[in-house]
């Protein structure tokens, strides 16, 4: 497991701004916090609860996800994060997203590693 943190633009249908990103291969799902995700989107309906275990160990039931799209070297993108309340941190970009947008993390440099990046999401 690993992180990166990075300052990104941040643009939904209310807002567009610069967020602190924690890019966590720990993280399966995109996650955010629902403070901030209010300011930037409009939450939409999950079709069915998902449940996350966060770091601490607790479970949430999430129902809810945001559509945002997120800037990475000029590319705007589109994530789903799901709902969390008492996130530590704005935004967590997950893993299955990193791996769709061919994003990794280069742990001894401390940032990302956009060698295959090109901004289209790979079916997975």
Do not use: W
């Amino acid at each position: 497991m690993g992180i990166i943190r990075e300052i990104l633009l941040v643009k939904g249908e209310k807002k567009e701004g610069k967020l602190s990103v924690l890019f966590d291969s720990g993280s399966a799902r995109s996650l955010i916090r629902s403070s901030v995700a209010e300011e930037f989107a409009t939450p939409r309906d999950l079709p069915a609860p998902i449940e996350v275990t966060v770091a601490d160990g607790h479970k949430v039931i999430c129902k809810l996800y945001y559509n945002l799209i997120v800037e990475i070297e000029g590319k705007r993108i589109v994530i789903q994060p799901l709902l969390v309340d008492d996130l530590p941190v704005p935004l967590i970009f997950g893993a299955l997203e990193m791996e769709a947008y061919m994003i990794k993390l280069d742990l001894t440099k401390g940032k990302l590693d956009l060698s295959e990046f090109t901004g289209y999401m790979l079916a997975l």
